[in-house]
T-cell receptor, first 119, second 113 residues
Framework: ETGVTQTPRHLVMGMTNKKSLKCEQH?????MYWYKQSAKKPLELMFVYSLEERVENNSVPSRFSPECPNSSHLFLHLHTLQPEDSALYLC??????????????????FGPGTRLTVL | SQQGEEDPQALSIQEGENATMNCSYKTSINNLQWYRQNSGRGLVHLIL?????REKHSGRLRVTLDTSKKSSSLLITASRAADTASYFC?????????????FGQGTRLTINP
């Protein structure tokens, strides 16, 4: 257990459905991330939140909508997805997004992921 | 090509043998991290090596970093069936003024009993 949980673990949805992925971290971290992992592709960073504020959006389509109500919870709202959006969606957290002392990124702790299938 | 590229893409060895995976990157870094992922699960952090370090050990893991060649290697000694997983290197790079963690495509390691 990494201290980061994700629900649901598996999700099948049609292109017209609306669903949400949930991530919760129990580590007292300030930063949370959404990644997309597709077959034979590197992990793609989608969104970064620091202290509940979005600091990064890597040109993700608007059919993905993140929400961070507090530093422990992160949601990814999905609507009108496409079959090519089928992937493993991973949530991660880290103490901070950037360490002023070392000028480097923090270790990230990942949840188990949600396997999403869009029909 | 990617900032972090692992080599080989797949590796299959017998239990007890040593496994070596390599990672190459392009830009200067502050640190390099190795992660492991069991099939369909999240990534687990294994080890972090800073740019001013050349070698680091953690249990059966040994990581080296050669900043002049922009490469790192992960050695798993005395491999076990439970080591079967994908292994990713991640480098922190400056993109548009912010430090970000960029992952490679990974090496799929299979340990045969």
């Amino acid at each position: 257990e990494t201290g980061v949980t994700q629900t649901p673990r598996h999700l099948v949805m049609g292109m017209t459905n609306k669903k949400s992925l949930k991530c919760e971290q129990h580590l007292g971290h300030n930063a949370m991330y959404w990644y997309k992992q597709s077959a034979k592709k590197p992990l793609e960073l989608m969104f970064v939140y620091s202290l509940e504020e979005r600091v990064e959006n890597n040109s993700v389509p608007s059919r993905f909508s993140p929400e961070c109500p507090n530093s422990s919870h992160l949601f990814l709202h999905l609507h009108t997805l496409q079959p090519e959006d089928s992937a493993l969606y991973l949530c991660a957290s880290s103490q901070d997004i950037f360490r002023l002392t070392s000028g480097s990124t923090d270790t990230q702790y990942f949840g188990p992921g949600t396997r999403l299938t869009v029909l | 090509s990617q900032q972090g590229e692992e080599d080989p893409q797949a590796l299959s060895i017998q239990e007890g043998e040593n496994a070596t995976m390599n990672c190459s990157y392009k830009t200067s870094i502050n640190n390099l991290q190795w992660y492991r992922q069991n099939s369909g699960r999240g990534l687990v952090h294994l080890i972090l090596i800073r740019s001013n370090e050349r070698e680091k050990h953690s249990g059966r893991l040994r990581v080296t970093l050669d900043t002049s060649k922009k490469s790192s290697s992960l050695l798993i000694t005395a491999s076990r069936a439970a080591d079967t997983a994908s292994y990713f290197c991640a480098t922190d790079v400056a993109i548009q003024g912010a430090q970000k963690l960029v992952f490679g495509q990974g090496t799929r390691l299979t340990i045969n009993p």
